[in-house]
């Protein structure tokens, strides 16, 4: 069982924009321009990269959707914050 995950996310408000992000995605635009273009997160800057985290540094919702998100796949998660369309980059 993996102690920490390394993600990316774009943070949007509504559940239309994640779903047009998936879209514009599967068309083969990268994520990390789509983070810089679209995401409301500081981590824009770095195109979504949050680097390596463990459980209980992110609010319990993103953490789980990142934690059972296999690497390599994409899962969506609401939040306080809003609508997340992260990317599982790896696991340690």
Known sequence: MANEVKASHILVKTEDQ????????????SFEELAEKCSLCPSRQNGGDLGFFGRGEMVKEFEDACFDTEVGNIATVETQFGWHLIKVEAKR
């Open 18 to 29: 994640v779903a047009t992000l998936v879209e514009r995605l599967s068309k083969g635009e």
